[in-house]
């Protein structure tokens, strides 16, 4: 695996990268952080996509200058398996708090449950749940909810990509969702209960895959806790995926080796004809015998402005984080 500049080399706390972590049950995201920031000895990490205590699985955590480039996966699609018990209503949505009210079920067949999920909307409004950290007035909704509160919540549009059937053991339905940021699938589990003329509540969310890591049918390589623990600090270093990795979709062009001093201090260059007609949105940058040094708009024919720079590798550790370079 090759790695972004600063994995090796240089200050020991000096490790740039992104790491695919299994997020276990009960922890939360910040505190997953904070503990693989303590393992790697890394002086700057964040995850890119809060998991709650009850749900698992993929949570990207970028280090090092890899934060920079975090907004890419915020921003990303993900993909969820979900399990959400039909017939039992709580107060949370999930497994958070007690069952406030029940009700009998009728006795679905695969094929009708499969029939719901293709009607389900693929665009539709969701309205955030009460027991959220989204902000209303400057307060988290869920202190409001505590408080015995409701207050108007604005809906906002999900896009469902992906809604398919994977398994149905009354009175759990099984399901893998692909869908838009800013999703919540607790709304999702009582939105579909409600369509199949019940109640429901989610009773467990696993994530499988953030664009462009993996999809439900190619789920990325997680790296669990564990796993982690037991390697030496090199091995897990060589755990982590390049800077640039959340970016391979993005169009790449490679500064003439006149223009990327300039570059790198922030100045907008000018770049080959030829190079500049690739040019369409942003792109990715890469200099010869550094690799990935940045993202850049263009500014006018032929001319590329830095909109987020990687700060300039020691010597030991330069070399391109590009794998799809010839």
Not at 151 to 172: G, K
Not at 229 to 255: F, K, T, Y
Request: charged share 25%; glycine share 8%; hydrophobic share 45%.
């Amino acid at each position: 695996m090759q790695r972004g500049p600063g994995v090796t080399g240089g200050d020991a706390r000096d490790v740039h990268g992104i790491l695919l972590f299994d997020k276990p049950l009960g922890a939360s995201s910040a505190g997953a952080v904070a503990r693989i920031k303590r393992l790697f000895q890394a002086s700057k990490a964040g995850h890119t996509g809060a998991l709650d205590p009850l749900a698992t699985g993929l949570l990207p955590v970028c280090l090092g200058e890899a934060t920079k480039f975090g907004a890419q996966l915020l921003d990303a699609d993900k993909t969820y398996r979900v399990t959400v018990r039909l017939g039992e209503r709580t107060a949370s949505a999930d497994r958070e708090s007690p069952v406030i009210e029940r009700r009998q079920i009728p006795a679905w067949d695969r094929d009708q449950l499969e029939r719901a999920l293709a009607a389900f909307p693929r665009r539709y409004d969701q309205v955030p749940p009460m027991h959220s950290a989204l902000k209303q007035d400057g307060k988290p909704l869920y202190e409001y909810a505590r408080a015995g509160q409701t207050v108007e919540r604005a809906p906002r549009e999900v896009r469902i990509h992906l809604l398919d059937l994977t398994d149905w053991s009354a009175p759990d339905l099984t399901f893998e969702v692909c869908c838009s940021k800013g999703a919540y699938i607790r709304v999702l589990a009582e939105d579909l209960a409600a369509q199949l003329g019940t109640i429901g509540h989610l009773a467990s969310l696993r994530r499988i895959a953030v664009a462009p890591f993996g999809s439900a049918q190619a789920p990325p390589r997680l790296w669990s806790l564990e796993a982690l623990e037991a390697m030496s600090l090199e091995e897990r270093r060589g755990c982590l995926l390049p800077v640039d990795a959340a970016l391979a979709s993005w169009p790449r062009i490679d500064l003439p080796a006149a223009a990327v001093a300039a570059f790198r201090q922030g100045r907008t260059v000018s770049i080959g004809s030829e190079e500049a007609q690739k040019i369409t949105a942003a792109v990715r940058v890469y200099a010869a015998m550094e690799g990935f040094v940045g993202l850049a708009t263009s500014a006018a024919a032929g001319l590329l402005k830095p909109t987020r720079l990687v700060a300039a590798p020691p010597p030991a550790a330069a070399g391109s984080v590009d794998k799809n370079r010839p």
